[in-house]
């Protein structure tokens, strides 16, 4: 049983993601506003807003949130081509923690992307303190702080093209094998610009390789994200699109060993995967739980839908959440739109549908901010952000 929630968010445009921390008891937002809110769910389980935050002269795309080994520490993105680098300072004195409102430091703003910067995500921790970021011109940056202790440091450590018009992305979350990176693409039209693409870092090069292409993909992609990875010999990660996708990514052997070369790099055998059939509608947002076994998907009726694998290695669906509110509708896309506004038509649609993790799941319309939530609160292990 689902109990729905509003609160009022005070943001003054579009809301276009909403990301919780690693315990689910915090949420930040971000909107076309310019600001990003941290919001905290306190005892009496009420979500109140602890910091606005205003570093970026555009509408903000995305937030994240770093693992709290690091910190407490935010990163966002936006349309004036810029990532910030946002950390909490907490109010001490005597060297004990004191009780107020937290205080919030942009400790960096990098300005490398000479493009909207569409999406940002944080590293597993296994591989330290990097961010990646994707802009509409396709480029994909990586970050890495040098010193976990003095955020206002970073360093590029690899940028490379990816020849589409990269809109979100999403680290592989396995400490055995080597790191990959999806990418979507939110204006596919041919081979060589596929909606989904893959890269790998390789070994012994030290750089991002494109190791595979997704074409049986339909629409514009609109999120991607890896499942955790609990010791499986595969990686598993879903795409929304026009429809919501599932695929299994593989290395194989077989071809090395007939073509007798050991050392050629393994390639991967991609299988998607069966059922999903509940889910034709165009999908906005997707995320797992912690454990990589529930998948959750926001369609474009606002409706939360939750999905399992079951024995048979099929997917279906398991429950859903209906909205409450009346989704406004957008004027039809202009085919002569650049790009960078191709990508803010995007965000804003993913600020209608939007779908959270852990103790909430979320869904807004403009200023208020929806929540759909289990009554009593359930614990970090329901639906998290990997």
Same mark, same amino acid.
């Given at each position: 049983?689902?109990?729905?929630?509003?609160?009022? +968010?005070?943001?003054?445009?579009?809301?276009?993601?909403?990301?919780?921390?690693?315990?689910?008891?915090?949420?930040?937002?971000?909107?076309?506003?310019?600001?990003?809110?941290?919001?905290?769910?306190?005892?009496?389980?009420?979500?109140?807003?602890?910091?606005?935050?205003?570093?970026?002269?555009?509408?903000?795309?995305?937030?994240?949130?770093?693992?709290?080994?690091?910190?407490?520490?935010?990163?966002?993105?936006?349309?004036?081509?810029?990532?910030?680098?946002?950390?909490?300072?907490?109010?001490?004195?005597?060297?004990?923690?004191?009780?107020?409102?937290?205080?919030?430091?942009?400790?960096?703003?990098?300005?490398?992307?000479?493009?909207?910067?569409?999406?940002?995500?944080?590293?597993?921790?296994?591989?330290?303190?990097?961010?990646?970021?994707?802009?509409?011109?396709?480029?994909?940056?990586?970050?890495?702080?040098?010193?976990?202790?003095?955020?206002?440091?970073?360093?590029?450590?690899?940028?490379?093209?990816?020849?589409?018009?990269?809109?979100?992305?999403?680290?592989?979350?396995?400490?055995?094998?080597?790191?990959?990176?999806?990418?979507?693409?939110?204006?596919?039209?041919?081979?060589? +610009?596929?909606?989904?693409?893959?890269?790998?870092?390789?070994?012994?090069?030290?750089?991002?390789?494109?190791?595979?292409?997704?074409?049986?993909?339909?629409?514009?992609?609109?999120?991607?994200?890896?499942?955790?990875?609990?010791?499986?010999?595969?990686?598993?990660?879903?795409?929304?699109?026009?429809?919501?996708?599932?695929?299994?990514?593989?290395?194989?052997?077989?071809?090395?060993?007939?073509?007798? +070369?050991?050392?050629?790099?393994?390639?991967?055998?991609?299988?998607?995967?069966?059922?999903?059939?509940?889910?034709?509608?165009?999908?906005?947002?997707?995320?797992?739980?912690?454990?990589?076994?529930?998948?959750?998907?926001?369609?474009?009726?606002?409706?939360?839908?939750?999905?399992?694998?079951?024995?048979?290695?099929?997917?279906?669906?398991?429950?859903?959440?209906?909205?409450?509110?009346?989704?406004? +509708?957008?004027?039809?896309?202009?085919?002569?739109?650049?790009?960078?506004?191709?990508?803010?038509?995007?965000?804003?649609?993913?600020?209608?549908?939007?779908?959270?993790?852990?103790?909430?799941?979320?869904?807004?319309?403009?200023?208020?901010?929806?929540?759909?939530?289990?009554?009593?609160?359930?614990?970090?292990?329901?639906?998290?952000?990997?």
């Amino acid at each position: 049983m689902f109990a729905s929630k509003s609160i009022d +968010s005070q943001h003054s445009d579009l809301i276009h993601d909403v990301q919780y921390d690693f315990y689910g008891r915090r949420m930040a937002t971000c909107s076309s506003d310019q600001y990003i809110k941290v919001w905290e769910l306190k005892d009496d389980q009420e979500w109140h807003c602890t910091a606005r935050l205003q570093g970026h002269v555009g509408s903000v795309w995305r937030v994240a949130w770093a693992h709290p080994e690091f910190g407490q520490v935010i990163a966002s993105c936006g349309f004036d081509r810029t990532i910030a680098i946002w950390e909490e300072i907490n109010n001490s004195q005597n060297g004990q923690v004191m009780p107020g409102p937290s205080n919030w430091v942009r400790r960096s703003q990098l300005v490398d992307p000479r493009t909207s910067v569409t999406d940002i995500k944080f590293a597993p921790r296994h591989l330290g303190m990097q961010l990646a970021s994707c802009s509409i011109d396709g480029m994909v940056r990586l970050y890495e702080a040098q010193d976990v202790m003095d955020l206002s440091q970073w360093t590029l450590q690899y940028d490379f093209a990816t020849n589409i018009t990269a809109s979100c992305l999403s680290w592989s979350t396995s400490p055995a094998d080597r790191p990959l990176l999806v990418v979507g693409n939110c204006k596919p039209n041919s081979a060589n +610009s596929p909606p989904v693409l893959i890269f790998e870092l390789g070994d012994g090069q030290r750089i991002w390789e494109r190791v595979e292409a997704i074409t049986n993909i339909d629409g514009p992609v609109h999120d991607v994200a890896f499942a955790p990875n609990m010791g499986q010999s595969s990686h598993t990660f879903a795409v929304a699109a026009d429809r919501l996708y599932v695929f299994y990514i593989k290395e194989r052997h077989d071809d090395i060993s007939q073509a007798g +070369s050991p050392d050629r790099e393994p390639k991967y055998k991609i299988e998607m995967a069966s059922g999903l059939d509940g889910a034709p509608d165009k999908i906005w947002r997707v995320c797992w739980n912690v454990t990589g076994t529930t998948l959750a998907s926001s369609g474009e009726d606002g409706t939360i839908k939750f999905w399992i694998r079951n024995y048979a290695l099929y997917w279906q669906q398991v429950g859903h959440i209906q909205p409450d509110l009346m989704m406004p +509708s957008l004027p039809p896309a202009n085919e002569d739109m650049n790009p960078e506004m191709m990508g803010s038509r995007n965000s804003s649609t993913n600020a209608i549908n939007c779908i959270g993790s852990s103790n909430t799941n979320l869904r807004n319309v403009s200023n208020p901010v929806q929540f759909h939530r289990k009554a009593p609160l359930p614990n970090r292990n329901e639906f998290v952000w990997p």
